[in-house]
């Protein structure tokens, strides 16, 4: 018995909830018709003034009859008394068969709705077509008009209604069918299990999305943290470039320096020691006075010149240098002291 009552208590449709408070662009649409309301009113008022200041002496005394009086505040509130309530929001504009909706509507004074546009354009083809003026549908003459926003709020109220009784039914079915999952109620109901089934595979999609868009968010973190990397690694080789070039160049500039004294000091070897092979080759030796072996075929032909002119193998002249143990550098052959030597490959 309890549990028969536990299940028509969870099968129990949710009640339907009042509409809450409209959001703050519903309210400021309302009020900005509203406004519009009350400057259409002041116009009526103006109207009526001015259509008495436009009667003539004729006219006012009688002897000609005057034109149709303006409607007042109190008439036309009754005309849109009267529209409202054969008010439908589904019926369309009579001219286009466009539902009124958001649209600027008119009102005439035959309490007949139009879109503004509509009917200015059928008053635009009665003056080209030459006829008088005429509502289109009764075809009262000489008619007066309005703006009409009435029926656009009432349209807007009941579209905002049937959101938020979607929103709240919503709402409330899914903490209906949270109570059964918590509660581990199995529906025996067809329709209702399915519906059950569904909230459950919803959740679990939702679940599912929810992960899949936390891993997608933190992709792109950290997507765009490589990208803020590469682009401080840019900025920092943009200021790095110009000190390695400025460097590069400095020492390109100091090795041609170099080289430019290298050679210098090259011109001023050569042009010291040329005279001395000169002379040297003027004797024509071809050995070497230490050990009588041939210059040409001993340790790839490298000879010692000295600035005595004699010459020497390199391996013998440096066998004699370190025997010296007076440390008296002097020539083996003319016994020059001090003296320079040069290293000739191939002589």
Same mark, same amino acid.
């Given at each position: ?5 536990? +299940?028509? +208590? ?9 509409? &809450? ?49 303006? $409607? ?56 080209? =077509? ?25 349209? $807007?109220?009941?579209?905002?209604? +049937? ?16 109570? *059964? ?22 959740? &679990?999609?939702?679940?599912? *999305?929810?992960? *899949?868009? =936390? ?28 000190? *390695?070039?400025?460097?590069?160049? @400095?020492?390109? @500039? ?30 024509? @030796? ?27 193998? =390199? ?28 290293? &000739?490959?191939?002589?």
């Amino acid at each position: 018995m309890q549990s028969s009552q536990s +299940s028509r +208590s969870f099968e129990r449709q949710p009640r339907r909830l009042q509409p &809450i408070k409209q959001v703050d662009a519903v309210t400021k649409m309302l009020e900005d018709q509203n406004q519009k309301d009350q400057a259409d009113y002041q116009n009526i008022e103006k109207k009526r003034m001015q259509y008495i200041k436009n009667l003539t002496l004729a006219q006012r005394l009688g002897l000609v009859e005057k034109p149709s009086l303006p $409607l007042s505040q109190t008439e036309w509130k009754d005309i849109e008394q009267q529209s409202l309530k054969r008010f439908n929001d589904k019926e369309p504009c009579p001219i286009c068969y466009d539902d009124l909706r958001f649209q600027e509507q008119t009102i005439l004074s035959c309490t007949h709705v139009f879109h503004k546009k509509c009917l200015d354009s059928f008053e635009r083809f009665q003056r080209l =077509k030459g006829h008088d003026k005429a509502c289109p549908i009764c075809r009262k003459e000489d008619y007066d008009q309005k703006t009409y926003a009435e029926g656009m709020k009432r349209y $807007l109220i009941r579209c905002i209604v +049937s959101m938020q009784a979607l929103a709240r039914g919503f709402l409330q079915r899914n903490r209906f069918y949270q109570g *059964m999952k918590d509660k581990g109620y199995n529906p025996t109901n067809g329709a209702m299990r399915r519906r059950f089934i569904g909230y459950k595979l919803g959740r &679990i999609g939702k679940r599912y *999305m929810s992960m *899949m868009t =936390k891993e997608r968010e933190e992709i792109l973190g950290t997507i765009q943290r490589v990208d803020k990397s590469i682009k401080d690694t840019d900025k920092l080789l943009d200021s790095f470039m110009p000190n *390695m070039a400025r460097i590069w160049q @400095e020492r390109r @500039e100091r090795q041609k320096q170099e080289q430019a004294l290298n050679e210098h000091k090259e011109d001023v070897f050569d042009k010291f020691w040329k005279p001395i092979r000169d002379k040297a080759a003027t004797r024509q @030796e071809k050995e070497c006075p230490i050990c009588y072996n041939s210059y040409k075929y001993h340790q790839n032909g490298e000879v010692y010149l000295l600035d005595c002119s004699h010459m020497f193998h =390199k391996c013998c002249l440096e066998s004699f240098e370190r025997f010296d143990l007076g440390n008296n550098l002097c020539c083996p052959m003319c016994r020059h002291p001090s003296y320079q030597k040069k290293l &000739i490959k191939g002589f």
